[in-house]
């Protein structure tokens, strides 16, 4: 019998502190049902990629909606205005500004720059699954890409529109689609500039449907301008508020006072309520850049709401990944920082060397010589004298060499892991290997004997240090960096023993990936044995792997091995310090146990490095709540709700605490809205809401919810249906007496 039936069938039992008190107690096991199914929900993809539920059991929660009540922090447009409104006054401007990467960033699709693959016999990218491939087409001006699963009965075809675009035209393209639901999702097959081919991201192969998976909140944010994000959604958006691109505002802040002012004041000729970042202090005007050019990963708060010229640890968290190969997107402050030139200076920042303002060109190298000459001369440096006159002025070559940014890869007909992107490397150093590498690409433009003979030299070296590099890598079990290293040396000397040494190691990384994928299909199948033992053998090839040692320390628990369990959950942190899920997981684990004060402890670890994650929130607040400390209790449960409006489980612990502090009307709101996200599915949810409405004096509306309650049940005289029309009765005669 459900534990609220048991306690009602006390006939007149208090409703209010002893019932809070007993549902608080068990809380644990309502949650542990609850969040097994917050992401199991097998998901419908009809032809044109819409997405309808399927619940498969009474207790799955409704999609994530964007809730419009009184329960939910709204975050509309603070005044951005878009790019159009700065073109009024600073026209010449702005059109110099729309030929630059950052505007072009996220972009609708135009036919005009479209890759004319979409419309050649190029089309079609097969994937290495013979019974899949994807097509890109055109119609009219919309772009599609539909994926295709060949079956016994036919083929199985599922299209999206491509509504929005990743990629300034440079290195790749990324398309992205809408969704009937408000999601945005990233599609497998994108547009690989630099070689002209279609490449696919590492998508699931078990996922079906259009094989697109959900854009991650923090990438779109380093994309737009300014965006309403549906509050615990994990990719839900309200397209109409987007101002795409990285626009003016993104630098100088919402622009509608400042337009407004200087409509009505023309003759102003002074900035009025706009951040100019040049005149900002150093840190603040090197965050205007970092907010995207860093590992500023975790939240601390809603999506969107720093501002230049503000303090950016105050909204996000900065993360320090293992290893390069691990980092965010782009992280070039980190770099930066890390540099002589940066350490000694007062004035040096990004700007130094880019203007954000001017499209890329061909005199980026004298730019960047410039930069250097405002602090150093020739002399300056100890090889001039020993360089060839031609090179001596690409300081950028030998001292911030262009380097394989690996962690964005792709797949492609032939190769896998393919890096479409370099990037300069911002630790401003003597770096040995580029200087080599600027001389070897001079020598090899010269026709002389000499030069060819110091060509062959520099690269018989550099392919040996890259080669070393890739063995190194790969004994430290970095096989993604590894194909990089070989990457490097092949570029160099495109042999055929360079190439296959590059495809095994690109066989170890792959090896790697597929062992992830079947994991994850065998835990998403309920397999979890098998999925231990291949979780094992992940860890075989590359035992410091922290998102192997959670899963398999959550899977042992689940199998009551305690000890195993503990043992990778502590490893995840010793692995990646920057990694909640194990801390969260033996906060968790200690909770179960009737221990809360040590869940409270590992619960306060790991919010600090995930300040903005309500389910960390939700599992702090019922710990408080198991000491019965309230008020602690309440805080928290309030801020989980505040970071996910639709957690229906938060609602209504919320609202048992606050009717366990004595503020049944406060705790009414969240009762309901348990009830409504839930549908009315979760019986002990509605008999709460009745209890809660009879505490509150409603007892005819208690008796209704309990009524509705009491027609679901199976047809008899079962204990629990006479458990709830005694609770009928009761509220029933509270209404005649008119008794509070």
């Known amino acids: 019998m459900p534990a609220l039936l048991r306690k009602i069938a006390r006939p007149g039992g208090p409703a209010g502190l002893v019932l809070l008190g007993i549902l608080i107690l068990i809380g644990v096991v309502i949650v542990v049902r609850r969040s097994g199914s917050e992401s199991t929900q097998p998901v419908a993809v009809d032809s044109l990629g819409s997405r309808s539920l399927s619940p498969t059991r009474e207790t799955a929660e409704p999609q994530s909606v964007a809730l419009q009540s009184d329960l939910v922090e709204v975050f509309g447009n603070p005044g951005y205005v878009g790019l159009q409104a700065c073109s009024a006054c600073h026209a010449e401007r702005v059109a110099e500004f729309q030929r630059t990467s950052h505007f072009r960033t996220c972009r609708r699709p135009d036919p005009a720059t479209m890759a004319a693959a979409f419309t050649s016999g190029d089309s079609t990218y097969e994937t290495r699954d013979p019974e899949l491939r994807f097509e890109m087409s055109r119609v009219g001006d919309e772009f599609f890409q539909t994926a295709i699963r060949s079956t016994p009965v036919g083929d199985l075809k ?8 990743y990629g300034a035209g440079t290195a790749d393209e990324v398309f992205l689609s809408w969704k009937d639901t408000g999601e945005l999702s990233e599609l497998p097959v994108a547009w690989l500039t630099t070689r002209e081919e279609w490449g696919v991201t590492h998508f699931d192969p078990h996922a079906g449907g259009d094989y697109s998976r959900p854009l991650t909140l923090r990438c779109f944010e380093c994309h737009m301008t300014w965006f309403e994000h549906a509050a615990g ?22 622009g509608q006072e400042h337009v407004a002012h200087h409509q009505q004041h023309p003759d102003d000729g002074s900035p009025h309520a706009i951040v100019q970042p040049a005149s900002l202090s150093r840190d603040r005007q090197t965050e205007v850049c970092t907010q995207c050019h860093s590992n500023a990963i975790n939240l601390r708060g809603p999506a969107m709401q720093y501002r230049p010229g503000e303090p950016l640890e105050d909204y996000y968290r900065f993360v320090t990944p293992p290893h390069p190969e691990d980092d965010h997107v782009a992280n070039q402050i980190a770099f930066l920082k890390q540099s002589k030139c940066y350490l000694e200076s007062d004035s040096l920042t990004c700007i130094t060397c880019h203007d954000p303002h001017d499209p890329p060109s061909d005199g ?13 001369t020739a002399a300056d440096c100890g090889e001039q004298a020993r360089l060839p006159e031609a090179v001596r002025a690409d300081c950028a070559g030998c001292h911030m060499p262009e380097r394989i940014k690996v962690n964005v890869n792709f797949q492609t007909a032939d190769d896998d892991f393919v890096p479409p992107i370099k990037r300069y490397d911002h630790r401003i150093a003597i770096h040995p290997i580029a200087r080599d590498e600027v001389l070897l690409a001079w020598y090899r433009s010269q026709p002389d004997e000499s030069s060819r003979e110091q060509a062959n030299r520099l690269t018989q070296s550099l392919v040996q240090h890259w080669l070393g590099e890739g063995d190194r890598l790969v004994e430290e079990h970095r096989y993604l960096a590894a194909t990089a290293a070989i990457r490097e040396a092949v570029r160099i000397e495109p042999t055929p023993e360079l190439q296959e040494r590059l495809r095994t190691t690109v066989g170890l990384q792959s090896s ?35 998102k ?44 179960l146990d009737g221990r809360p004060l040590e869940a409270l402890t590992h619960y306060q670890a790991a919010v600090e490095i995930e300040p903005y994650y309500d389910k960390l929130r939700h599992q702090m607040g019922l710990a408080y709540g198991q000491l019965n400390r309230l008020p602690e209790a309440i805080e928290q449960l309030q801020l989980a709700l505040k970071i996910n409006p639709n957690r229906a489980d938060s609602h209504q612990f919320l609202s048992m605490a606050l009717r ?65 029309r005694q609770r009928i009765a009761h509220y029933r005669s509270l209404g005649q007496n008119g008794k509070p």
Not at 364 to 376: P, Q
Not at 566 to 584: C, F, N, S
């Open 158 to 165: 599922s299209t999206a529109r491509i509504d929005l675009i």
């Open 233 to 254: 959604s994990a990719n839900q958006y309200v397209q109409e508020t987007a101002v795409l691109g990285v626009t003016c505002e993104r630098c100088h802040g919402p």
């Open 364 to 376: 980026h190298t004298r730019l960047i010589r410039d930069a250097c000459g405002k602090c150093h």
């Open 512 to 546: 790697y990936v597929e062992t992830w994928s079947e994991a994850r299909h065998q835990m998403e199948r309920g397999r979890n044995a098998d999925a231990i033992k291949t979780l094992q053998r992940i860890l075989q090839a590359k035992p410091d792997d922290a």
């Open 548 to 591: 192997a040692h959670g899963k398999l320390g959550l899977l042992h628990a689940m199998a009551g091995d305690r000890v195993a369990a503990d043992r990778h959950l502590k490893a995840v942190a010793e692995h990646d310090p920057d990694d909640a899920y194990g801390i969260g997981m033996l906060g968790w684990l200690a909770f």
């Open 660 to 724: 366990q502090a004595g503020r049944p009307l406060e705790a009414l709101p969240h009762s309901r809205q348990a009830v409504e996200l839930t549908g009315g599915r979760d019986l002990e949810y509605s008999l709460a809401l009745a209890e809660n409405l009879a505490e509150v004096g409603e007892h005819a509306e208690a008796e209704r919810v309990a009524s509705e309650v009491l027609g679901r049940l199976p047809p008899g005289n079962t204990p629990q249906a006479t458990a709830i």
